[in-house]
């Protein structure tokens, strides 16, 4: 239960692509267009990996992926999965943050990533580390990331004892850039008094 209105709703991958903007991998016109959720085509990468984590998870298409590969992935999911995409919140301030997990087990939630190239300790700092919190109430205690880059299967577990206070701090700081990018903000649903 949320102990007072957001002043903002939040998720995870926006928080990750104002990441990208303040280490200026984008531009202040594509992170608006991005809060605005402009459509845009999705990329092949992107198509890719939602249909790998349909393969992976649910069977849909795997023949169209290294059946080794998807074996290692599988064997790394939670058992037994209790539930596949599931909602969660989580609020920080007058921040609520929001978005959905892949896979829930019945202590351990699995996100799965795809990636060219993968470096260790890539999702230390990642915004959906605000999920374990989230998900305490169910019984979750740990986050497992279950990437892969088409060649290998890798992990890396995360549990309540994480600090996110760079993410904390990180999800202040884009608040306060809404703020002032308030005028150039036409989709309103990031704005907590829009509900």
């Known amino acids: 239960m949320l102990s007072a209105d957001p002043k903002y709703r939040l998720y995870p991958t926006l928080l990750n692509t104002y990441d990208r903007f303040e280490k200026g ?26 249909s790998f984590e349909d393969a992976a998870i649910k069977g849909i298409g795997e023949e169209d992926y290294d059946y080794r590969i998807l074996a290692k992935v599988r064997a790394l999911l939670p058992r037994p999965m209790v539930k596949t995409q599931v909602y969660c919140e989580y609020q ?28 260790p300790g890539s999702y230390l700092q990642s915004h959906q580390n605000f999920y374990l919190p989230a998900l305490r109430s169910k019984g979750i205690r740990m986050l497992r990331y279950i990437i892969t880059d088409f060649e290998d299967v890798y992990a890396e577990e995360y549990d309540h004892t994480i600090d996110l206070t760079f993410q904390e701090e990180q999800a202040r700081r884009f608040c306060e850039f809404l703020d002032l990018a308030r005028p150039d903000i036409t989709d309103q649903r990031i704005f907590g008094s829009y509900l």
Do not use: F, H, W
Request: net charge neutral; no cysteine.
């Open 25 to 50: 991998l984008i531009t202040q016109e594509e992170l608006v267009a991005r809060i605005n959720r402009l459509p845009s085509t999705p990329t092949e990468a992107q198509i890719k990996g939602t």
């Open 92 to 119: 920080l301030e007058n921040i609520l943050l929001y978005g959905y997990v892949d896979v829930i087990g019945k202590m351990m939630a699995a996100d799965i990533k795809t990636t060219a190239r993968y470096t």
